[in-house]
């Protein structure tokens, strides 16, 4: 659907050029045969016959070149919807009608140049309007194009090239060196570094391994790669991307919703306007043929092209640079609205902090044990558990280069650990709370610090020692934070987590306050209390369960792993967990708002001062706007706000 829409609009922009290059042939000979061009020449060409030659020439240039124009106000008019195309139709068909009267005997001079050129200019600035208007989807396209178009498909030992869109669940496809990645799946064989930056923003590739989830159209690195598809192609997080990016295109937000209403009163004012200075000129002793000048040249500047464009091309363009740069943008109010926040709500740790445990110290109580032992011993046991601790301790154990013993007879305590044999000794991983249950007292250093989190090991039943945990904080967090208090904006946690977690983090980072220890269904309940006080607040969360909070936040921000997409809530999607999108997100809104603000009023301004003059209000002091100036004046207008929107830039 999008390539034959995007094909429709090419041929339009190709129609426009032919009707342009033949006009301009034909005016030629127009400009060389008008009485008036030849007076300002000093030539004089006359033949029998030239005057209908002349009106003839006019009428190829009126229903050939004026056709896109005639048939738009006809669909205008159809439509009940008074636009552009009727004030130029409307324009063009008095000028004509009228001097092919001349021609037939109405006394008054044909104005038969300033149709041609008007057609000409009209043409070639709609011509290059649907250029730049092409431009700004241009972004999307490029989107469309990461799509690789086939797939090699792995049939026991041999492959086979498919088209991509056949894929289906459980496929397996191989990813050469250097190739894009064919379909959202996990690989089951190879290792490589993946560029992913057009997808996410992300610059740096990062490390894939078997069983780690790869996306569509990321660029392979060096190692070839066996896929297991996990959804057909059009559900991938690709065509969800490129559709988001539609919808929003298409979403409309208050601000384009008001420069609809402006075009329609503009519409209406010009063909009030156009007759009121026809009626103005023509009562007041001119002959009609000026009249009518007067009228067309009103009506033409009037054209609310500039204003009608001032805000799709820079809403086009936003929205596909955003999704170039890891910013979905479900709905565009949100992100217009975004200027406004006065307060950014952090859901979870997770998105200020990495989200796993890192193992920050090892005490070792027992005289005959090292670190090194102890983790051992420790890791030996985890390597049964899913635990993120376990998974913190495993890590530690690896970069340490250690072996770890097998562990035999594994079982859970519930809740406050693990414990298995391993080398004939008894080991068991616990939590404080167990060792307090059991009576255990401890030796000094294995009280728990704040936003940490403890294990003990005992050996044989005895304490042998503690790891300790903890969650560190992302490097881009603190960064951000300062950047959104120089944007005036105060930075509130709001986690399930302890409070002694909470005040770490928020501490660390210099955050405006916390809640903590805070249930999901409670999350909607601290957002409307802040928006009591007056506070416009965004809230970022992951989306899944945070869906009331996101909706009652003035600005939902989803904030994940690519995967999750269809984050309803949101407005916003953030593909990267990274604090510092949400920066980018903030100061690109302001950015957007301010140049939809420039071309609105450019664009307004832009007919406030033309207008009179077209009309006439200056003609006592000579200066007079002919049809076809204001027909120049308007396509500039309308190319100044069309480079005006393609300036737009994420910085």
């Given at each position: 659907?999008?390539?034959?829409?995007?094909?429709?609009?090419a041929?339009m922009?190709?129609?426009l050029?032919n009707?342009?290059?033949?006009v301009l042939?034909?005016?030629?000979?127009?400009?060389?045969l008008?009485?008036?061009?030849?007076?300002?020449?000093?030539?004089?060409?006359?033949?029998?016959g030239?005057?209908?030659?002349?009106?003839?020439?006019s009428?190829?240039?009126?229903?050939?070149?004026?056709?896109p124009?005639?048939?738009?106000?006809?669909?205008?008019?159809k439509?009940?919807?008074?636009?552009?195309?009727?004030?130029?139709?409307?324009?063009?068909?008095?000028?004509?009608?009228?001097?092919?009267?001349?021609?037939?005997g109405?006394?008054?001079?044909?104005?038969?140049w300033e149709l041609?050129?008007?057609?000409?200019?009209?043409l070639?600035?709609?011509?290059?309007?649907m250029?730049?208007?092409?431009?700004?989807?241009?972004e999307?396209?490029?989107?469309?194009?990461?799509?690789?178009?086939?797939?090699?498909l792995?049939?026991?030992?041999?492959?086979t090239?498919?088209?991509?869109?056949?894929?289906?669940?459980?496929?397996?496809?191989?990813?050469r060196?250097?190739?894009?990645?064919?379909?959202d799946?996990k690989?089951?064989e190879g290792?490589?570094?993946l560029?992913?930056s057009?997808?996410?923003?992300?610059?740096?590739p990062?490390?894939k391994?078997?069983?780690d989830?790869?996306?569509?159209?990321?660029?392979?690195?060096?190692?070839?790669?066996?896929?297991?598809?996990?959804?057909?192609?059009?559900?991938s997080?690709?065509?969800?991307?490129?559709?988001?990016?539609?919808?929003a295109?298409?979403?409309?937000s208050?601000?384009?919703?008001?420069?609809?209403?402006?075009?329609?009163?503009?519409?209406?004012?010009?063909?009030?306007?156009?007759?009121?200075?026809?009626?103005?000129?023509?009562?007041s002793?001119?002959?009609l043929?000026?009249?009518i000048?007067?009228?067309?040249?009103?009506?033409v500047i009037?054209?609310?092209?500039a204003?009608?464009?001032?805000?799709p091309?820079?809403?086009?363009?936003?929205?596909?640079?955003?999704?170039k740069?890891?910013?979905?943008?479900?709905?565009?109010t949100a992100?217009?609205?975004?200027?406004?926040?006065?307060?950014?709500?952090?859901?979870k740790?997770?998105?200020?902090?990495?989200?796993?445990?890192?193992?920050s110290?090892?005490?070792?109580?027992?005289?005959?044990?090292d670190?090194?032992?102890?983790l051992?011993?420790?890791?030996a046991?985890?390597q049964?558990?899913?635990?993120?601790?376990?998974?913190?301790?495993?890590?530690?154990?690896?970069?340490?280069?250690?072996l770890?013993?097998?562990?035999?007879?594994?079982?859970a305590?519930?809740?406050?650990?693990?414990?298995?044999?391993?080398?004939?000794?008894?080991?068991?991983?616990?939590?404080?709370?167990?060792?307090?249950?059991?009576?255990?007292?401890?030796?000094?250093?294995?009280?728990?610090?704040?936003?940490?989190?403890?294990?003990?090991?005992?050996?044989?039943?005895?304490?042998?020692?503690?790891?300790?945990?903890?969650?560190?904080?992302?490097?881009?967090?603190?960064?951000?934070?300062?950047?959104l208090?120089?944007?005036?904006?105060?930075c509130?946690?709001?986690?399930g987590?302890?409070?002694q977690?909470a005040?770490?983090?928020?501490?660390?980072?210099?955050?405006?306050?916390?809640?903590?220890?805070?249930?999901?269904?409670?999350?909607?309940?601290k957002i409307?209390?802040?928006?009591?006080?007056?506070?416009?607040?965004?809230?970022?969360?992951d989306?899944?369960?945070?869906?009331?909070?996101?909706?009652?936040?003035?600005?939902?921000?989803?904030?994940?792993s690519g995967?999750?997409?269809?984050?309803?809530?949101?407005?916003?999607?953030?593909?990267?967990?990274?604090?510092?999108?949400?920066?980018?997100?903030?100061?690109?809104?302001?950015?957007?708002y301010?140049?939809?603000?420039?071309?609105?009023?450019?664009?307004?301004?832009?007919?406030v001062?033309?207008?009179?003059?077209?009309?006439?209000?200056l003609?006592?002091?000579?200066i007079?706007?002919?049809?076809?100036?204001g027909?120049v004046?308007?396509?500039?207008?309308?190319?100044?706000?069309?480079?005006?929107?393609?300036l737009?830039?994420?910085?």
């Amino acid at each position: 659907m999008e390539h034959q829409h995007h094909d429709h609009h090419a041929m339009m922009i190709a129609d426009l050029r032919n009707r342009f290059w033949v006009v301009l042939v034909l005016t030629l000979p127009v400009l060389l045969l008008s009485p008036m061009i030849q007076h300002w020449l000093k030539l004089s060409i006359h033949f029998a016959g030239d005057a209908y030659a002349l009106a003839g020439l006019s009428s190829v240039i009126f229903f050939y070149g004026g056709w896109p124009f005639l048939t738009g106000w006809w669909d205008e008019m159809k439509a009940r919807d008074p636009g552009m195309m009727t004030l130029i139709g409307f324009a063009i068909t008095v000028a004509y009608v009228y001097s092919v009267t001349t021609v037939f005997g109405l006394k008054g001079m044909d104005f038969f140049w300033e149709l041609a050129t008007l057609i000409l200019i009209m043409l070639s600035g709609h011509w290059i309007e649907m250029r730049s208007v092409a431009g700004a989807s241009k972004e999307l396209e490029l989107l469309v194009q990461l799509m690789p178009d086939s797939a090699h498909l792995v049939h026991g030992d041999h492959v086979t090239d498919v088209k991509t869109a056949s894929l289906k669940e459980h496929d397996i496809v191989l990813i050469r060196p250097g190739e894009k990645i064919t379909a959202d799946g996990k690989i089951i064989e190879g290792e490589s570094y993946l560029n992913e930056s057009l997808l996410t923003g992300e610059s740096r590739p990062s490390e894939k391994k078997k069983g780690d989830k790869v996306i569509a159209g990321a660029i392979n690195g060096n190692g070839a790669l066996r896929v297991e598809v996990s959804h057909s192609a059009k559900d991938s997080y690709l065509s969800q991307v490129i559709k988001l990016v539609e919808d929003a295109q298409k979403s409309r937000s208050r601000t384009q919703l008001l420069a609809d209403r402006a075009a329609r009163w503009l519409t209406l004012m010009a063909i009030c306007a156009g007759i009121a200075t026809f009626l103005a000129w023509y009562l007041s002793g001119r002959d009609l043929a000026f009249s009518i000048e007067r009228m067309v040249t009103v009506i033409v500047i009037c054209c609310p092209h500039a204003l009608g464009l001032a805000v799709p091309l820079v809403v086009a363009r936003s929205t596909a640079l955003s999704a170039k740069n890891g910013l979905l943008i479900r709905n565009r109010t949100a992100f217009e609205n975004a200027r406004k926040i006065t307060t950014l709500v952090f859901d979870k740790t997770g998105t200020l902090t990495i989200g796993k445990f890192e193992v920050s110290a090892i005490g070792v109580w027992k005289k005959e044990m090292d670190e090194n032992g102890l983790l051992r011993l420790t890791a030996a046991l985890e390597q049964n558990s899913e635990h993120p601790i376990a998974t913190g301790i495993l890590e530690k154990a690896k970069a340490s280069g250690l072996l770890l013993p097998k562990a035999d007879g594994f079982k859970a305590l519930t809740g406050q650990g693990v414990e298995a044999a391993v080398e004939g000794r008894n080991i068991r991983v616990v939590s404080p709370g167990y060792l307090k249950a059991h009576g255990k007292t401890l030796p000094p250093g294995g009280d728990e610090m704040a936003g940490e989190t403890k294990v003990f090991v005992l050996v044989d039943d005895q304490p042998a020692g503690y790891i300790t945990l903890s969650d560190r904080v992302r490097p881009e967090s603190s960064e951000a934070i300062r950047s959104l208090h120089e944007a005036g904006i105060k930075c509130i946690l709001l986690t399930g987590d302890n409070s002694q977690v909470a005040e770490k983090v928020s501490k660390e980072l210099g955050m405006d306050g916390y809640f903590a220890e805070v249930l999901p269904h409670e999350k909607q309940d601290k957002i409307k209390a802040l928006q009591k006080k007056g506070e416009f607040v965004a809230m970022t969360g992951d989306g899944i369960n945070d869906a009331p909070a996101l909706a009652q936040a003035d600005i939902g921000i989803a904030v994940g792993s690519g995967s999750d997409i269809a984050a309803e809530t949101a407005g916003i999607v953030l593909v990267n967990s990274n604090p510092s999108d949400i920066v980018k997100l903030i100061l690109f809104g302001k950015v957007t708002y301010r140049k939809m603000i420039q071309n609105l009023v450019w664009a307004t301004g832009y007919n406030v001062v033309a207008l009179p003059l077209a009309a006439g209000v200056l003609y006592k002091a000579g200066i007079l706007l002919s049809p076809a100036a204001g027909a120049v004046l308007m396509s500039a207008s309308t190319v100044v706000v069309a480079i005006n929107a393609g300036l737009l830039k994420v910085k």
